[in-house]
C-alpha cells in the first residue's frame, strides 16, 4: 500500500458477494502498487482539476 495512504480505508462496495468484493479491491491495490509514481506536474494537473470542481459545486456569483 502507498505510504501516503491509512492502513484501513473504508471502501465501497463494488459487488454485494464480499469474496468477489474483496477480489476486486484487491485487484486495485495491485494496479496501484504496480504504477510509477505521480510527477509534480501530474500532482498539480490533479490538484487543479478538483479545485475547479469543488469551487463550482457551491452556488454561482451572479
Given amino acids: 500500500m502507498s505510504e501516503n495512504r491509512p492502513a484501513r ?8 458477494d464480499p469474496e468477489r468484493n474483496a477480489a476486486y479491491w484487491a485487484r486495485v491495490d495491485r ?3 504496480a504504477a510509477p509514481p505521480l510527477s509534480d506536474e501530474q ?10 470542481v ?3 459545486s457551491g452556488k454561482e456569483a451572479t
Fill in 54 to 56: 469543488i469551487g463550482r
Fill in 31 to 33: 494496479i496501484v502498487a
Fill in 9 to 16: 480505508v473504508e471502501r465501497p462496495i463494488r459487488y454485494a
Fill in 43 to 52: 500532482r498539480a494537473v490533479i490538484r487543479t482539476a478538483f479545485s475547479t
